[in-house]
C-alpha cells in the first residue's frame, strides 16, 4: 500500500460512474474509492466482518485501508462520507485480452469469494468479470463497495452480470469452440440470455448447465420484462425465496465452472520455439542480448509484444518488477497463462491481443474501458520478431509501427528504452510473408530504411546481428 501523503488534485476513474455514492478516482499514484453515506455505512458492517479479514490477507481482495486526511484532495473529502485507498494493480486488463482458463479462474475466485461472503451474511450487489484483475498469473477482486450486508428472501444480485460477462463466455469456448472475446469486446455488458438461446438450440441446449443458465434464465427474464424490480423481489420472497438457496445456487454454479473446459486446437505458434527458423546460435546470440540490455536497464515494467511462448518475458522478469507478455493466439496464451499459474508467477501478466488490431476504448463516451495504448506505459518495450509481421503481414508502414511502439514509453525523465529485431528482407520467414504479397508492394522495406527511421526517434545504443546474417538487434532509448 502506498503510504505518502499528497496534495495531487485528484481525477475520476472513467469507468467507475454508475454508482454515484460508490466511486474510484485518482489522486497522484494514489487509488481511492469514495463512499456516500449509504456506501458508507455498508462498508463499515462489511469491515467488521469476519469473511473480509482472510481474503485480503491471502490477496484475494484487493489491499483496502481507510485513507488518512491528508492523502484526500480537499476537493475530493468534500464529496465523500468515506475514502478508501487501494492497491494499485500493475496493469489493468480486460476481460476479452484474457485467455479462457484466465476467465475461468477469475469466475472461480469471483464465486469463492461470494460463498465466503454469504455464510457471513454478505452479499455481493455486482457479478461482473470487471470487477476481477491480476496480479501476474493470480486473479484478485477489486470491488469492495459491491459488498453489501445481505437481507432475507433476497436474490443473487450479480447473477445476471456474472452470466454474461463470465459463465456465458466460458460456455461459448467450452460447449462450441468459438472465441468469447470478441463477444466481450463488442459489448460491455456481456452476451446477453437471447444471444446465447439461439446458438444452444436443439441438442446442444442439454449441454452441461445451458438448459438452466441459458434457456430458463431467458424464459424467466422475457416473463418479468415489464415487472419492476421491487415487484419481483417482492414475488421471490413471498415464493420462500432464501439465503440457503442462494448459497445451494452459488455453489452448483461452482461446480458447473469446475466442469467446463477448453482443449485448444493445434497452433503453429504454440511450438514455434521449435519450429522457427532461427539456428541455435541466433538463439544464444539473442538470449544474451536482451538478457544483457534489461540488465543494465532494470526496468519497472515491461511489455513483451509479441510473447509467444514467454521465453524473453521470463527473461524480462529476471530483471523487471512486472512483465506484460501481449500475444495473439489464445492457444498459445491460454497455455503461457497456466504453466505461469502453476508456478505461482506473478510478475508476469499473459494478455491476449492482435498487436495490428489493439484494444479500442469501450463503453460509455470510448473511455469507460481504456484503450491498450491508453493503459500501456512501459519503462522498456520488447519487440522481437514482430515488426515484420505488421509491417509484410498486415501492410502497416513502418513509420507507423516505430510510431506505435514509442506512444508506450516515457521520453522525459529517464527515458524509455525499446529493444527490437528487425527481420531482414531476404530472412526464410520475410520470404514466406512477401510470397502472398504483390510484388514491390514494400519498397521501402530494408534494413537501411528502417535505421534511419529508428534512428530519428531513438539514441540507437547498441546494435548486433544475427550469425545467420538475416536478423539484427537493436537496443535504444527515446529521444526527447
Known sequence: MISEPTTSTSHDEPGSFRDPGNQIFYAGDRVLRGLGPQAAKDWSAVAASAFLPPLLAAGKVIGTEPAEADEVPPE????????????????????????????RDAARLHLEILQAALADGVTMTDGSAYNLQWRGADPVFIDVGSFQPGAAGEPWA?????????????????????????SLRARIDGIEPGQMRRLFGGTRRWRAGVFKHVHLHDAIQARHAGTATGQVREEIRDAGFSTELVQATV?????????????????????????????????????????????????????????????????????????????????VVDDVYRRLRAEGQRRILPILMDLADPSPGGGWAGDERASFLARARADTVLALAVVHHLAIGRNVPLPRVLDWLTAMLPDQGRPGKLIIE????????????????PAGLFPDYHRAEFERLLADRYEITRREELPSGTRTLYAGVVRG
Open 251 to 331: 455453489r452448483a454454479v461452482a461446480r458447473l465452472v469446475d466442469r467446463l473446459d477448453w482443449a485448444p486446437p493445434r497452433s503453429h505458434w504454440v511450438n514455434y520455439q521449435q519450429t522457427c527458423t532461427y539456428s541455435d546460435d541466433d538463439r544464444t546470440v539473442k538470449t544474451a542480448f536482451v538478457d544483457a540490455e534489461l540488465a543494465d536497464r532494470r526496468p519497472a515494467t515491461v511489455f513483451d509484444l509479441g510473447a509467444n511462448d514467454g521465453t524473453y518475458s521470463r527473461i524480462a522478469a529476471r530483471h523487471a518488477d512486472y512483465v506484460v507478455a501481449v500475444e495473439s493466439d489464445p492457444a
Open 158 to 182: 450479480g447473477y445476471r452480470q456474472f452470466c454474461q460477462t463470465m459463465l456465458y463466455p466460458l460456455m461459448l469456448q467450452a460447449h462450441l469452440g468459438l472465441d468469447f472475446q470478441p
Open 76 to 103: 475530493a473529502a468534500g464529496r465523500w462520507t468515506t475514502v478508501l485507498r487501494h492497491e494499485r494493480v500493475p496493469f489493468v486488463s480486460y476481460p476479452y485480452e484474457w485467455s479462457f482458463a484466465m476467465l
Open 422 to 437: 528487425f527481420v531482414h528482407p531476404d530472412d526464410p520467414m520475410a520470404q514466406q510473408l512477401l510470397a502472398n504479397k
